[in-house]
């Protein structure tokens, strides 16, 4: 019912910034809350931020709180994650998520809807 396609990693330099987008299609998607998580090579995947349909609500994770902002666009049916002043340990496959429920939860588990993921990599 939704497909989720990210754009916008790449190679920076620590201190830079990269914004990623994740365009959704399907009738769902206005009415789901959205998130973005991230995996790095041996680690498990962690939670990185979320947002509300409406975007009145946010969460991040401690380790991105000043330095990332989520955000959405409805009418254009994308999220974005304005990444600044990266670190290497940011450098991790990022993907985005949706769930068919408003409430931002950090739990990957309930999210129904995923997409491909996207490579982000911070060099010192």
């Known amino acids: 019912q939704v497909q989720l396609v990210e754009s916008g990693g790449g190679l920076v330099q620590a201190g830079g910034s990269l914004r990623l987008s994740c365009a959704a299609s399907?009738?769902?998607?206005?009415?789901?809350?959205m998130g973005w998580f991230r995996q790095a090579p041996g680690k498990e995947r962690e939670f990185v931020a979320a947002?509300?349909?409406?975007?009145?609500?946010?969460r991040y994770a401690d380790s991105v709180k000043g330095r990332f902002t989520i955000s959405r666009d409805n009418a254009k049916n994308t999220m974005y994650l304005q990444m600044n002043s990266l670190k290497p340990e940011d450098t991790a496959v990022y993907s985005c998520a949706a769930r068919t429920y408003e409430p931002p939860s950090p739990n990957p588990y309930e999210y129904d809807y995923w997409g491909q993921g996207t490579q982000v990599t911070v060099s010192s």
């Open positions: 399907g009738r769902t998607f206005s009415k789901s809350a």
């Open positions: 947002v509300t349909w409406s975007g009145g609500s946010t």
